[in-house]
């Protein structure tokens, strides 16, 4: 369970000192969220105007990425869905989850299947960079060749599709670059950005780093 320790002995103007460094500390984390998220919904429109071009869809229900091991990624993309948890209460939920799951899944991936859910991502709206840019982004080879980054799936069910795409993108008609996005998270934290953790230990982090700052804020979130 995470626990934040607050020294016994410590005198009222260390204290209030250390205070106004969360304070500081917090507000600079509730700013990142929030740059987060703008880049976010320009990423959407992009998303969008891509898949217009190119026709392409994931196929329905396929959680192939999200099942996929080794998955290795940024704690600061998942800032907003770690703001999204404080705020609806099961960021402590998650984090116990965390602790008590041995796999290295991603620990809001709904394994289960029932009537009212399938499998999937329990919080798509907050998902993170990575989550966002794979089979939409592309990236550029040392021979400066633009390709999709997608799925084997994706590939051997819809090669003419990709292959399309792909030559969209080569001609720059219409793309995502994912390092231009990636560029971007830099800008809001060049050192988080560098950072990379497995998966549901860079979601871990993100949870504690936004629960710590709104706990010394000592305010609901806003």
């Known amino acids: ?78 800032y907003p869905l770690a703001y999204h948890l404080y705020k609806t209460g099961k960021a402590e939920e998650i984090l116990e989850k965390i602790e008590q799951d041995s796999s290295s899944l991603c620990p809001v991936f709904n394994t289960l299947s029932t009537e009212e859910s399938r499998p999937g991502c329990m919080f798509y709206e907050q998902r993170g960079l990575i989550c966002r840019l794979f089979g939409d982004g592309y990236s550029v080879d040392k021979y400066g060749v633009k390709r999709l980054t997608t799925c084997r799936i ?28 990636y560029s971007k998270l830099q800008a809001i934290d060049f050192n988080e950005a560098h950072r990379l953790y497995p998966i549901k230990e860079a979601i871990r982090i993100a949870i504690e780093t936004i629960v710590t700052n709104f706990y010394y804020k000592g305010n609901k979130a806003m």
């Open 1 to 78: 369970m995470f626990k934040i320790v607050v020294p016994n002995q410590i005198s009222n103007h260390s204290f209030a000192y250390i205070c106004v460094l969360f304070y500081e500390a917090f507000m600079n984390v509730l700013s990142k969220v929030r740059a987060i998220e703008r880049m976010y919904r320009d990423l959407e429109k992009d998303v969008q105007k891509f898949r217009n071009h190119s026709k392409i869809n994931c196929v329905a229900n396929c959680v192939k990425c999200c099942t996929t091991s080794r998955i290795e990624t940024t704690a600061l993309e998942f």
């Open 154 to 181: 994706l590939k051997d069910e819809f090669p003419a599709m990709i292959e399309n795409a792909n030559k969209i993108i080569q001609n720059n008609t219409v793309g995502i670059k994912s390092s231009d996005y």
